[in-house]
């Protein structure tokens, strides 16, 4: 099988208070439900974090653990020194 090389694709943040209004609706929808999803995530993985530590040896001093969920499929890491924080924000487009 021939392998694809991937395109840069160059993203353009939207500012979303300038949808359309079923648009806008539908975003405020999908924004509510993806923070839902995102608590249950948190929640999941700091149990799932404490049930690990009682099977896996580390040092948490030393390490952290990271949880993916990436294609359905339930899978941890470890990695060395602490976790990073979040990413900066970019200026967002406008429907007006």
Do not use: C
Request: charged share 30%; net charge positive; aromatic share 10%.
């Amino acid at each position: 099988m021939a392998s694809r090389t991937k395109e840069q694709l160059d993203w353009t943040d939207v500012d979303v208070a300038t949808l359309p209004k079923k648009a806008g609706g539908l975003y405020n929808k999908y924004k509510t439900l993806a923070r839902d999803a995102a608590i249950a995530r948190e929640e999941f993985n700091a149990e799932f974090i404490r049930s690990l530590s009682a099977k896996v040896n580390y040092d948490p001093d030393e390490n952290h653990v990271v949880v993916g969920h990436n294609f359905g499929k339930l899978s941890f890491a470890l990695a060395s020194g602490p976790a990073e924080g979040p990413r900066g924000k970019k200026t967002a487009f406008s429907f007006k």
